[in-house]
């Protein structure tokens, strides 16, 4: 089946690490997302890849890194310069400018 | 890409029609309205999407109205199973720098 993976469901960090989340999209999509959502609250842009080999910072990008080496693959590194990482992390991709599709999120929490 | 407010809550008899406005007054003329929702701990889903014309599909209707400044989401005979967060989203679909900006949306309770 078509769809976005993401992977692991549930992570848990100490202090200082870095952790990376996976996301993988066999819709053959040129765009791909990252999002963060803390409790209550609704999605803020991290970072966003129109095409292979580049992206760019959303709206809290700071802490964060990605890299876009293939089309299918956008995975997000929380950096220990992100101090406050715990939070619900959703993948997304899309053909640009159309409808957008998530993934089922990662869980961060730091321990 | 334009602003769009939802009221934070509403509740919904269940079998009965599910209606979740959203205000999106400075929508410019090529910007599409999305709407999502999203279940506790799960990723968004898609549900519809429209520019002009009122659309449905087997999830739900949009209303649009003709000046665009507004729009309504419409579950016909909501469910147990409806109760999420709706979000509506104005969505420009160029090929350039592009974000979806997504709020806090609508927490619907569908009621037994």
């Known amino acids: 089946d078509g769809g976005i993976t993401q992977s692991p469901k549930y992570l848990f960090r100490k202090e200082g690490q870095n952790v990376t989340l996976s996301c993988e999209q066999n819709?053959?999509?040129?765009?791909m997302y990252w999002y963060r959502q803390d409790p209550g609250q609704g999605l803020r842009l991290i970072y966003y890849?129109?095409?292979?080999?580049?992206?760019q910072k959303g709206d809290i990008a700071e802490g964060y890194s990605v890299s876009r080496e293939k089309k299918e693959s956008f995975p997000l590194t929380v950096t220990s310069a992100q101090k406050n990482p715990t939070a619900f992390y959703l993948c997304?991709?899309?053909?640009?400018?159309?409808?957008?599709?998530f993934g089922e999120g990662s869980w961060l929490t730091v321990v | 890409d334009a602003k769009t407010t939802q009221p934070p809550s509403m509740d919904c008899a269940e079998g009965r029609a599910a209606n979740l406005p959203c205000n999106h007054s400075t929508i410019s003329g090529n910007e599409y309205v999305y709407w999502y929702r999203q279940i506790h701990s799960q990723g968004p889903q898609y549900i519809i999407h429209?520019?002009?014309n009122n659309e449905t599909n087997e999830m739900a209707s949009l209303i649009i109205t003709e000046d665009r400044k507004s729009s309504t989401l419409i579950l016909p005979h909501a469910t147990l199973r409806d109760t999420a967060v709706y979000y509506c989203i104005a969505v420009l679909p160029t090929s350039g720098t592009y974000k979806y900006i997504f709020g806090t949306g609508t927490r619907l309770k569908v009621l037994a």
């Open positions: 429209g520019l002009k």
């Open positions: 819709l053959n999509h040129d765009a």
């Open positions: 890849s129109q095409i292979v080999n580049d992206f």
């Open positions: 997304a991709s899309s053909i640009p400018g159309n409808t957008i599709y």
